[in-house]
């Protein structure tokens, strides 16, 4: 029993045990608001940014933050988050404040059901220079390496 006791403080020092997860200090609040995704219909067609969309990529479309911009969008039910990159413009139903391309929607628990209340952070623009955005699933070369594809505010 002592030995349990020993092992679980042991793991609650290591930090293997994680608690609530809150945004790091390079982000400010920014809105809150139902997001939807798209995916398929739209994989292909020109974004408003004039890039092609990519339903494997982790993007969004929002109505008014410029393009290239990294915002942080945590699903408030599920508290799962993800790092996208605005690139298309909308969502243009209802009260929606976000549309995510499908990846980030799996990313984030909501391909099902469809819509979820989110939070969205404003990632600094210092941190968002130097920052990689996933992309799920990992793309690779034709070698079999992975691809990494670093955005900027350029983008």
């Known amino acids: 029993m002592r030995n349990c006791l020993a092992v679980v403080a042991l793991l609650l020092c290591c930090g293997f045990v994680a608690g609530p997860q809150h945004p790091p200090p390079s982000v400010q609040a920014f809105e809150i608001g139902p997001a939807s995704w798209y995916g398929d219909p739209f994989h292909g067609q020109l974004t408003a940014n004039g890039e092609i969309y990519d339903m494997f990529e982790m993007t969004a479309a929002h109505r008014t933050l ?15 988050s993800a790092v996208v990159r605005i690139n298309d413009r909308g969502p243009f139903i209802g009260d ?32 968002q ?21 670093a955005f900027t505010a350029a983008d």
């Open 129 to 149: 220079q130097a920052s990689l955005f996933p992309v799920w699933p990992p793309r690779v070369n034709a070698d079999g390496t992975e691809l990494a594809r």
């Open 66 to 80: 410029p393009f290239g911009t990294a915002v942080r969008v945590t699903n408030l039910r599920s508290g799962r």
């Open 96 to 127: 929606r404040i976000l549309d995510l391309s499908y990846v980030a929607a799996k990313h984030l628990s909501l391909v099902w059901p469809g819509e979820a209340e989110v939070r969205l952070d404003l990632i600094d623009p210092d941190t």
